[in-house]
């Protein structure tokens, strides 16, 4: 979905910085692309952008905890059971969302329960903008599928966006975000 988000982006006229960890996608054309492998990296390469940017949009989280120590090799047979110690990661979106001088901040959450209830929570601690809710472990849509659907929610407003592809889906969300963006702009220098 990040990357029909980023190619929808470019296609409405924005430039775009798109922070990936790996995988087999192309990088759109015409986008900054910076590649990272773990949460960590994944936070200083945002980090040191976002403010440079208008608008940013970025999972609620990249992943809830991380191993506490990584492991140069393969971790070998030592017995029965092993023990391996995670820790919790920096919230990202959190962190873009309290920055001095902080872009238009869009989050997405996957749930598989709750989702207005836990997209709204999301949406008010994490101190959003807006934030684009889908269910994951359906028939339909979320993960490993090229459709998709959306409950978008931001204060005092919510919009559903249908199944459809991924790629529809992101034009249709660009041009939500972009409304919300002006919306709120003209409504600051107003």
């Not at 992943?63 to 506490?68: I, L």
């Not at 929610?153 to 199944?163: P, S, V, Y």
Request: no cysteine.
């Amino acid at each position: 979905m990040g990357y029909a988000l980023a190619n929808a982006a470019l296609k409405a006229g924005a430039e775009v910085t798109l922070v990936s960890g790996p995988v087999t996608l192309a990088a759109p054309a015409n986008s900054e692309l910076v590649k990272v492998e773990t949460a960590a990296q994944m936070y200083e390469a945002v980090m040191s952008r976002a403010s440079d940017h208008a608008i940013y949009m970025g999972a609620a989280a990249v992943a809830d905890y991380s191993p506490a120590i990584m492991q140069p090799e393969k971790i070998k047979k030592q017995g029965e059971q092993t023990t391996i110690i995670l820790q919790r990661t920096k919230d990202i979106l959190a962190d873009v969302a309290k920055l001095d001088k902080r872009p238009f901040t869009v989050g997405f959450a996957a749930e598989t329960h709750d989702l207005e209830a836990y997209a709204r929570d999301k949406l008010t601690q994490k101190k959003l903008d807006m934030i684009a809710a889908n269910w994951v472990g359906r028939e339909l849509g979320g993960f490993d599928s090229e459709q998709n659907a959306l409950h978008v929610f931001w204060e005092n407003g919510e919009k559903t966006l249908a199944m459809m592809d991924k790629t529809h889906l992101a034009e249709q969300l660009i041009s939500l975000i972009a409304e919300r963006f002006n919306e709120i702009n003209a409504a600051a220098s107003g």
